[in-house]
């Protein structure tokens, strides 16, 4: 079965200090990964996604990830944050099956950004 | 705004009632998803539909259900509420089955059952 472990629960930061946001999954099939955020009291955003070809994957708001497929990892990065990046990340694998494709979530990573 | 909309945006009932949450896909968005976020459990998937029919299972309890109407809005079920389901419901769409589409979130039903 597939899985996603996000390595960090919450990950402070200060102001336009550089972040990566940990991401591994297990699978034995080749998938899709995604990055979603959720700000507070609202629903999932889409940051970015892999689906094929280059590995370093941009997305909105200044976001890219890397997609690594011997270490099974799809790390989130952003050079500089700002306090409106405050907000729980989820990483996300695609699942295959003949009835359809749902996501599996990883716990999600709390991002609290300071001043 | 992602498109897709659900109804209500809190509901709080007690323990054995029943509730039905709904959800509009995005215009044109056949396959529906439903997903349960709880502080405990994460984010879950619980069923899917396209375009009316059943297409996926996850971790769906027997006393939840789900349909898709033709209209495609689609309706979830929760019976014989206890404490524990409490939580954070969410519909999401995309255009259809394959992978790589996204899948567009609605702003979620909180449930709190008393």
């Known amino acids: 079965a597939q899985s996603v472990t996000q390595l960090d629960s919450q990950v402070p930061v200060f102001e336009e200090a550089p972040v990566e946001l940990r991401c591994n999954y297990s699978?034995?099939?080749?998938?899709?990964l995604f990055w979603y955020v959720q700000y507070p009291n609202q629903g999932l955003q889409l940051l970015l996604k892999y689906l094929s070809g280059s590995t370093l994957v941009k997305g909105i708001n200044g976001f890219e990830a890397e997609f690594n497929k011997s270490q099974t990892s799809f790390h989130l990065r952003k050079p500089s944050v700002h306090i409106s990046d405050t907000a729980e990340y989820f990483c996300?694998?695609?699942?295959?099956?003949?009835?359809?494709?749902?996501?599996?979530f990883g716990k999600g990573t709390t991002l609290s950004v300071s001043s | 705004d992602s498109g897709v909309t659900q109804t209500p945006k809190h509901l709080i009932t007690a323990t054995g009632q029943r509730v039905t949450l709904r959800c509009s896909p995005r215009s044109g968005d056949l396959s529906v998803y439903w997903y349960q976020q709880s502080l405990d459990q994460g984010l879950q998937f619980l069923i899917q539909?396209?375009?009316?029919?059943?297409?996926a299972k996850g971790n769906i309890l027997e006393r939840f259900s789900a349909q898709q109407f033709p209209d495609l809005h689609s309706e979830l079920n929760l019976s014989s509420l206890e404490l524990g389901d409490s939580a954070l419901y969410f519909c999401?769409?995309?255009?259809?089955?394959?992978?790589?589409?996204?899948?567009?979130f609605g702003p979620g039903t909180r449930l709190t059952v008393t």
């Open positions: 996300a694998v695609r699942v295959f099956n003949q009835a359809g494709t749902a996501l599996i």
């Open positions: 699978s034995s099939v080749s998938v899709y």
């Open positions: 539909y396209y375009n009316g029919e059943e297409r």
């Open positions: 999401a769409s995309s255009p259809g089955l394959a992978g790589e589409y996204e899948q567009y």
